[in-house]
């Protein structure tokens, strides 16, 4: 090994001065790129409920990330134990979980057993000793195969209820992937900043997420969405226009011949900026938007908007968006759209016939493909309850309308009929008509 001078230690690494804040080139000032680099982490902050043990890693890897202006190996030294460091959080968050006590079912000879643990090694010494008689972890009741790897702690947190999303299942199997490779690696390649800091901010939304706190606007677990009382509007000149409800006073009544619609739909980020034009595809039965839309009246002019909206006083609200269940109808080997079960439950006569599908998935098209494509071979999506092999959909079952309805996952108190006009903005029409 050579022995390098401090001050040569102390000097920016050329590497990390070519990342800016527009990409690759050029050369930043070193004192620029360190601000910068540690900007791309700064908000990344671990929720109060996050055990201590998961907190002390986290903020390791915050403080060695900035070291990497003076040394570009830094980054891949933190992508590699931020990898690791998602088992930590796993087990930090088991043992809060279990409380200083397991439950196993054992099959030989058939009985329950309840043990004491203090630590995460009494729970793995303890899986190796009654391995002969094949222990399933209770998991609220649910018997679960369990050794106290990562796999096994990955199914114990899905269980619990503690991850949710049906897409995160995709990324949470890349990360252990990645995981397993740092663990026991062949070769390895050298990770950017942004690498490193992606990977950061994943281990952060996964953290959290243990400890009960999506995080707002997310990639992989995201929280609820806000969503505002709005106006959908088109007229005769094939004008679509979205504006806030409260916004329909601030304008001229007016006879344009523009038709009105009442909704409660996510528009707004929470810095203001409006977001993608999913509500485009607004449709009063189907699901066609990627985030929920609810109908509230309509359609009718400006006017009429103006007095059901000042009548009902409809409020805003926050929604979940992920792991929502879809019923899709099939007539003659064709799906259809997916709808909520609330709009299912309250077709009527014809409408209701044909075989139905319940799928849990995160967005309505992941629903809709799984459905369309289920059939077709090589395909590889699963057809019995589960979930999918090939896509991030989990198959709750299919038959007939009124048994999906007693096992599509909403209680039955909770599930009350909704009957909305037949209504679609043209551009829905559109869509739909090139499907």
């Not at 109060?48 to 998961?54: F, K, P």
């Not at 409408?351 to 098209?365: F, K, M, N």
Request: aromatic residues 8%; hydrophobic residues 40%; glycine residues 8%.
């Amino acid at each position: 090994m050579e022995i390098r001078p401090l001050q040569e230690l102390q000097a920016a690494d050329e590497l990390s001065l070519a990342f800016n804040p527009f990409g690759l080139g050029g050369r930043m000032r070193p004192e620029d790129a360190a601000e910068f680099q540690q900007s791309q982490i700064a908000g990344l902050v671990l929720s109060d409920r996050v055990a201590e043990g998961t907190r002390r890693s986290f903020e390791r890897l915050r403080n060695v990330f900035a070291y990497g202006v003076l040394c570009y190996d830094m980054y891949t030294l933190v992508s590699d134990a931020a990898l690791l460091a998602f088992e930590q959080a796993l087990r930090d968050r088991f043992m809060e979980w279990c409380a200083g006590a397991v439950t196993f079912s054992l099959a030989e000879p058939e009985e329950t057993g309840s043990f004491t643990v203090t630590s995460f090694e009494d729970v793995t010494g303890l899986t190796k000793r009654l391995r002969r008689r094949k222990p399933r972890l209770l998991v609220n009741g649910t018997p679960i195969a369990f050794n106290g790897m990562l796999g096994g702690l990955r199914r114990w947190a899905r269980t619990a209820g503690l991850l949710r999303g049906r897409r995160s299942i995709g990324i949470e199997d890349s990360l252990a992937d990645l995981r397993n490779h740092v663990a026991h690696p062949t070769h390895h390649q050298v990770d950017t900043p942004v690498d490193a800091a992606r990977t950061l901010s994943d281990l952060a939304e996964f953290v959290n997420q243990l400890w009960g706190e999506p995080t707002v606007g997310g990639r992989h677990f995201p929280a609820p969405l806000r969503r505002e009382i709005l106006a959908l509007s088109w007229g005769p000149d094939g004008r679509i226009g979205l504006e806030s409800a409260d916004a329909l006073r601030e304008q001229p009544h007016s006879a344009d011949g523009a038709e009105y619609v009442l909704i409660r739909a996510f528009h707004r980020d929470r810095t203001g900026r409006r977001q993608e034009l999913h509500w485009m595809n607004f449709d009063s039965r189907y699901e066609l938007t990627q985030y929920p839309v609810d109908y509230l009246w309509g359609p009718g002019s400006r006017d009429e908007a103006l007095a059901w909206h000042a009548e009902h006083r409809p409020q805003e609200d926050t929604t979940d968006f992920v792991d929502r269940v879809f019923l899709l109808r099939e007539v003659d080997g064709r799906s259809q759209h997916p709808m909520r079960p609330e709009v299912a439950a309250g077709l009527l006569g014809d409408e209701r016939i044909g075989t139905w599908h319940a799928l849990r998935a995160d967005y309505p098209s992941d629903a809709f493909v799984h459905a369309r494509d289920r059939g077709e071979s090589g395909a590889g999506h699963t057809v019995r309850p589960g979930d999918c092999t090939a896509c991030s959909v989990e198959v709750i079952g299919s038959g007939d309308l009124d048994q999906l309805l007693l096992v599509a996952g909403v209680a039955p108190g909770d599930l009350r009929p909704i009957h909305p006009p037949a209504l679609r903005s043209p551009l829905a029409v559109d869509a739909a008509q090139r499907r």
